[in-house]
């Protein structure tokens, strides 16, 4: 599909976490349907400058620029660097997230604010950000969460946590920003098999175990499959829907 025939053409999105993973084909898929991404990174250059390549080489536009979400400097310069790139954003994919699964015993301080920099203070830094670049006719914010945060998983408590307050996050912030034309949702994925997935090794083994019983489709997720529906949420096709928690998780219950 032409850059320029896509359901996103005109737009420019930033994705953050977007080196691999969900985040990735996200980026990827909203270049195929036409925007300008920025795709974010903290840590991994190498990863963030691929998908970047992959995406010109497509003939989609797209620039790679690192920043911590969790701090407020590297955020605010995320989003001067949108702005000197192509002076406008029309979507925000709050994706960038860390998790580390133990039991409440071994959780440290150090540990809790990392998760929660990244998976709560990171989201809402880069919306007020993002508001401040979204134009006359709004904008779109897309909170990436999780189906872990409507089942019990031990060991999971302050990943869950975050992304339950994220989900808070969207019904509180779609409310406010409504009036400004600015859609704020959540798009909950099952479980996806990531890069991130499989480093769990034996422990992804177990949770693979015990998602796709649970997944009438029978499998685990891909990133694609739920860049799929992120580009509906970044689409005019979703310009009624505000507020909402989505699940993409195969009917994961």
Request: charged share 20%.
């Given at each position: 599909?032409?850059?320029?025939?896509?359901r996103?053409?005109g737009?420019?999105?930033?994705v953050?976490g977007?080196?691999?993973?969900?985040?990735?084909a996200?980026?990827?898929?909203y270049?195929?349907?036409?925007?300008?991404?920025?795709?974010n990174?903290?840590t991994?250059k190498?990863?963030a400058?691929?998908?970047?390549a992959?995406?010109?080489?497509?003939?989609?536009?797209?620039i790679?620029?690192?920043?911590?979400?969790?701090?407020?400097?590297?955020?605010?310069?995320?989003f001067?660097?949108?702005?000197?790139?192509?002076?406008?954003?029309d979507?925000?994919?709050?994706?960038?997230?860390?998790f580390?699964?133990e039991?409440l015993?071994?959780?440290?301080?150090?540990e809790l604010?990392r998760?929660?920099?990244?998976?709560?203070h990171?989201?809402?830094l880069?919306?007020?950000?993002?508001?401040?670049?979204?134009?006359?006719?709004?904008?779109?914010?897309?909170?990436?969460?999780?189906?872990?945060?409507?089942?019990?998983?031990?060991?999971?408590?302050?990943?869950?946590?975050t992304?339950?307050?994220l989900?808070?996050?969207?019904?509180v912030?779609?409310?406010?920003?409504?009036p400004r034309?600015?859609?704020?949702?959540?798009l909950?994925p099952?479980?996806?098999?990531?890069?991130?997935?499989?480093a769990?090794g034996e422990?992804?083994?177990?949770m693979?175990?015990?998602?796709i019983?649970?997944?009438?489709?029978?499998?685990l997720?891909?990133?694609?499959?739920?860049?799929?529906?992120?580009?509906?949420?970044?689409?005019d096709?979703?310009?009624?829907?505000?507020?909402?928690?989505?699940?993409?998780?195969?009917?994961?219950?």
């Amino acid at each position: 599909m032409s850059k320029n025939q896509g359901r996103l053409s005109g737009k420019v999105a930033v994705v953050t976490g977007a080196s691999k993973g969900i985040g990735a084909a996200i980026a990827r898929a909203y270049a195929a349907e036409g925007a300008k991404v920025v795709v974010n990174y903290a840590t991994s250059k190498d990863g963030a400058d691929r998908v970047v390549a992959d995406i010109v080489k497509k003939g989609g536009e797209a620039i790679a620029v690192q920043a911590d979400v969790s701090k407020a400097a590297d955020v605010k310069r995320l989003f001067a660097e949108t702005k000197r790139a192509y002076d406008r954003l029309d979507v925000l994919v709050n994706n960038a997230a860390v998790f580390k699964f133990e039991p409440l015993e071994a959780i440290t301080e150090a540990e809790l604010q990392r998760q929660l920099g990244t998976n709560l203070h990171g989201p809402i830094l880069a919306a007020q950000e993002a508001v401040k670049l979204f134009g006359d006719g709004g904008g779109s914010i897309l909170n990436i969460g999780t189906v872990a945060t409507q089942v019990r998983m031990p060991g999971s408590i302050v990943y869950v946590a975050t992304k339950s307050a994220l989900d808070a996050f969207t019904r509180v912030l779609s409310v406010e920003l409504g009036p400004r034309k600015i859609r704020v949702n959540t798009l909950n994925p099952g479980g996806v098999e990531t890069e991130g997935f499989l480093a769990l090794g034996e422990a992804g083994q177990q949770m693979k175990s015990a998602f796709i019983p649970r997944t009438p489709l029978g499998r685990l997720g891909q990133p694609d499959d739920i860049a799929k529906v992120a580009v509906f949420f970044a689409s005019d096709d979703s310009a009624w829907v505000t507020g909402e928690s989505v699940n993409a998780s195969g009917g994961f219950s």
